[in-house]
């Protein structure tokens, strides 16, 4: 049966483009697993069917897994028999500290994004509540986070600096392959790079080549999704 998965749309029914849902279907790629992509517009309410308040949601084997992390947890569980998410016995640490480290790329990401996100990608009903969401999660507006082009670039590659080091060296945040620590990372740059009115990542720095590497895996998956520049 063809795993349901859920993500975030707007106003563009092609544009499916939230940054964790990302993590979660890079995953499904890893492991070879097939899915089927299901539209939900971002609501107060969350995703009713599922019972969950966001997405990623994920239907598999008669049962709704939701969080990006949650899922991945379970997909090496469910299927042990295909490439794993967190290999080793560090896998899972390696993860948690490659997303730490993530931590200070979301806001860098977010000054580059979020107000072309909110006026050109969210549709008119959800624009209230992403408003009002976000706003409370950041303590300022959309506005106010929101950065002049060049000098958001130049944060993002700054907050990039770590993983630019590692990818000096390696292929790979998991070494010569990818792991759940790369979809991780991945998820966050994917978004900003499909909602954001100027490419934000320097395709030639080490993270750029390490996302072209990524995007053109898996058949090409994530180069082919159309973005708000498209």
Request: aromatic share 12%.
């Amino acid at each position: 049966m063809t795993i349901r998965l859920i993500d975030l749309v707007g106003t563009d029914p092609e544009l499916m483009f939230s940054p964790f849902t990302w993590r979660t279907r890079m995953s499904l790629l890893h492991k070879g697993l097939d899915f089927q992509l299901e539209p939900w517009h971002m609501a107060p309410e969350g995703h009713k069917e599922s019972g969950y308040p966001s997405v990623p949601v994920m239907y598999d084997k008669n049962k709704w897994i939701g969080d990006s992390w949650e899922i991945a947890k379970y997909l090496d569980e469910e299927y042990p028999d295909r490439p794993v998410l967190f290999p080793g016995k560090n896998g899972v640490a390696h993860a948690k500290i490659a997303l730490a480290l993530c931590g200070s790329v979301f806001p860098a990401m977010i000054a580059c994004a979020v107000l072309n996100c909110y006026e050109n990608v969210i549709d008119a009903e959800s624009k209230d509540f992403f408003r009002k969401s976000r706003e409370e999660i950041f303590g300022a507006t959309l506005e106010q986070v929101t950065l002049p082009e060049a000098e958001a670039k130049e944060n993002l590659a700054k907050a990039l600096a770590p993983f630019d080091e590692v990818l000096e060296e390696e292929l790979f945040l998991g070494g010569p392959e990818p792991t759940y620590a790369d979809y991780g990372l991945f998820g966050i740059l994917k978004w900003g790079d499909m909602v954001s009115s100027y490419a934000p990542l320097d395709s030639s720095s080490n993270t750029g080549k390490w996302f072209d590497r990524l995007s053109s895996m898996y058949g090409g998956y994530a180069a082919g999704v159309k973005t708000i520049r498209s």
